[in-house]
Each structure stands twice: as C-alpha cells, then as structure tokens.
C-alpha cells in the first residue's frame, strides 16, 4: 500500500517523519480499511433500517435510536441527543491530538423517503468513524497513539439547517477536518469533455466539487378582503401581489448568470374565489456562487416583491431561514481521498479536478462547516437509469441496493484513509490548514 506521505508529494509537502512513523501511517490505513470489512453486516443492517423508515427533517428519532444502539452494541459511549438537537448524537474515541469528524445524515424527503440517499451519507460516515477509530487502537503498537475522530449525527439537512444548529453549539470549534460524501447518479460527460472531469459523479465519483449558496426566505403580503363580485374595488389582492413578484422574478432570470437558480413555490394563495385575497405567502430560494453573490441576487428578487407590493397597494413582510453556505472543499483533503480511492485495497478511482468543476447547482449545510472548519464533501456514483436524479422516486429505488451500499463503503474507506492521514502525519495536518487559510483570505479579498 502506497505511503500516504509519497500520495500528498504533488502537494508541495515533504515529510520529515522516520520510517517508523511511515510504517504507522500505513499500518494505520491498512488496520482502517480491514475493520471497515469486518463491519460490514452491521453497515448493511442499519444501512437498511434508514432506509426502510424515512423520517423528515428533525423527525429522525427512528434514525437516531438505531445508530446510537449500534455503537453502544460495538462498545462506544455515545452521547445522544446532542448539541440541543433531539436528533443529534456525538460519539468520539480517542485522545489529545488533532481531531476529525464525520457528518451523518439521515433525513429524508417528504413523500419519496432516501431521495438523495442519506441512508447511504450515514452508512459511509459510520464506516470511516469504525474504520478511523480502529486505526488510533491499533497505532504505536497496540497502545493508541494521539488523536481523535468523532462521528457527529447531523439531521436536517434537507432545508433545516441541522449543522447549523450544531455551528452554533461549538461543535466544530476544536475540529481540525470534517468529512462526508454524497451520491448521486452517473454524470455523462458534456459533448467533447470524454475524460468526464466536469461531472460531479464521472466516471465513478468525484473528489472536489462545490455548491451553490442558497438563500432562503418568506415573503407575505397582507391585503384588504372584499367581495369579489359586489365590491372588488373595496379590496386590495394579496394574490396580485405574488403573482406580479413572481413575474417580475421570470423577468429578472433573463439578467441573471448562468450558474444563479431562483425557486419559488405559493404557500398561501387564498381560501375563495369570490372573495378578494387579503392574505398570500410565497417561498423564495436565492442561489448563486458564494454567500456573497448569493445575497446581492436576495436582493433584486426583494425589489421585485417590494415593487408588487407597491403597484398592488399591498403591505410586504419578510421572514429569512438560515442560509447553506457555497461549499469550499480543502484542497489537500480532497487530494488525499483521491489518492486512497486509487490504492489497491480500494480501487475505485474519482476525479480530483480542482480548476475545470463549475458549482454544482445543488445547495448542502456542509457549506456552512466548510466556511470554519476545513472541509470535505465528495461525491460517488452509484448505478440508476437515465432521469433518475436526486430528490426523484427514481434515485430512491437506487439508493437502497446492495451494489449503492457497497460503493458508500468504499468511498467510507478513501475517506477513512485521508483522515487517518491527518491525524497521523503532523505536515499533511499544516497544510490542511494553510488551504483553508489560504481560501478564506481569498474570499475576503474577493467581498472587499
């Protein structure tokens, strides 16, 4: 198996470590990926049990007991409930050292269960927790050496803005790496792209890939009920109002770039026909390429709500949720899950194209842990038919099959690798933290 400290050598980063220490990287990565196998009934098992009960954004109690009883059963202390989250838990094992989490997500959509397959997100980041967590035992001969891993559960993601809650208890305030996948379909390449390094999910994953930001917010007009036949110019159209604002917004999009995404949808549009709406509420999600741009869209779609409001003679009330930050994948993270996905042991090679991946149109609160914590947010493929895209019945049926499960376990294992590189190797630690560094400096350069 290939050293870990001869895999990051394209990073600029030579290692000063003995051969002793070399030895214990190794070791640590072989003992990763062997347990990793040795747990497999019980990653298939609970795999099956999300699976086979969706539970909504916060509603994961099902999830969160099942997971929670599997690492007590395999001798871990958890701690439930965690952060002020019922749906929570941490579990860490360990000593001193730098500190690497996996995030667990387990939720599901409304009406078409593991549609973007979080029963496979949690299945991946329980496997490198056991996989990691066998490492640091087996490391310095048996006597554990310093470091520790964490396995945070993390719902909500599917609008919630669980890690957020988790952001705002401290949970990643001594983290020095956090790591996840997710899976989505095969990604054909476009026309003329034949190695496949623009999709997020050619030609069976993807190391590196970002997201949009995604900004959302309420948007209520209040009105004056009238009757609609007898007296309609008594009244003033709520309903008007979020017709005219989404029109304006259709209007807007011919001004907007390529990679910006507006969605709308009424959740309150009246109760009669025959009576003027005095009340109607819409829902706006605002995308684009960092927070930043994010924001100054909000901001033009607001003009279009305001100017409703003003020809309706209508009043407008805002009520903003919580922001999912662009995603800012570390570059030496994703470097190092490329190359363990690469090793022998693994062999399920991915895409590390740092300067050619646009955005992915997507949005995941694993943008907001990447703004403070460096970060890892790859992607794997796993097998469906043409049209079967996440947050679709079809990804759903794909999702819960054993060739969906075996490929979250590998991915677990390049995953388990590149955070026992981390914790193992004192360089590939600093120059996690000097990307990161080096990203946030950018991004402020880039807002001034």
């Known amino acids: 198996m290939r050293l870990v400290n001869d895999a990051i050598a394209s990073h600029g980063v030579a290692s000063s470590e003995p051969p002793s220490e070399k030895k214990n990287v190794v070791a ?54 965690a952060f002020g989250v019922q749906t929570s838990f941490s579990c860490e094992v360990g000593q001193g050292g730098r500190v690497v989490v996996f995030n667990a997500e387990y939720d599901a959509l409304p009406g078409i269960g593991h549609a973007c397959g979080h029963n496979l997100i949690a299945t991946s980041s329980i496997a490198s927790f056991l996989g990691v967590a066998a490492a640091l035992k087996s490391s310095d001969g048996g006597g554990g050496g310093p470091g520790r891993v964490r396995l945070y559960g993390t719902p909500a993601e599917e609008g919630g803005a669980g890690k957020v809650r988790l952001l705002e208890a401290g949970a990643y305030e001594d983290v020095d790496a956090c790591l996840m996948v997710h899976p989505g379909p095969p990604v054909p390449p476009p026309a003329g792209n034949v190695d496949g390094r623009h999709g997020c999910c050619a030609p069976s994953g993807a190391a590196y890939a970002r997201s949009l930001a995604n900004n959302k917010f309420n948007v209520t007009f209040t009105g004056q009920e009238a009757h609609a036949a007898m007296a309609p110019f008594q009244g003033r159209n709520a309903l008007d109002a979020v017709v005219l604002g989404y029109n304006g917004v259709s209007m807007l999009r011919q001004q907007t770039r390529p990679h910006d995404r507006i969605h709308s949808v009424i959740l309150d549009g009246g109760s009669r026909p025959n009576v003027i709406t005095s009340f109607a509420k819409t829902q706006y999600y605002v995308r684009s390429a960092t927070l930043r741009e994010a924001t100054a869209l909000e901001n033009r779609v607001r003009a279009c709500m305001d100017g409703a409001a003003t020809a309706t003679q209508c009043e407008v009330e805002y009520e903003v949720h919580d922001a999912y930050a662009d995603l800012r994948p570390n570059r030496t993270i994703c470097s190092l899950y490329a190359d363990a996905m690469a090793l022998p042991a693994i062999d399920s090679r991915v895409v590390c194209d740092f300067e050619h991946a646009p955005p992915l149109p997507g949005s995941t609160d694993q943008g907001n842990v990447s703004y403070v914590v460096p970060s890892f947010h790859g992607g794997f493929a796993i097998p469906c038919p043409p049209g079967a895209y996440n947050h679709t019945k079809g990804f759903t049926a794909c999702a819960g099959t054993g060739e969906a499960h075996k490929l979250a376990i590998d991915a677990a294992k390049g995953m388990a690798v590149a955070a026992w590189a981390i914790l193992s190797d004192e360089a590939i630690a600093v120059k996690v933290w000097e990307d990161f560094r080096a990203d946030r400096a950018l991004d402020e350069r880039e807002s001034d």
């Open 28 to 81: 640590g990565q072989e003992a990763a990926i062997r347990a990793i196998d040795g747990y497999d009934a019980e990653l298939r098992d609970i795999n099956k049990k999300i699976f086979d009960n969706p539970e909504l954004a916060y509603e994961e109690f099902q999830a969160h007991d099942n997971i929670v009883a599997l690492l007590r059963s395999l001798g871990f202390q958890v701690t439930p409930h």
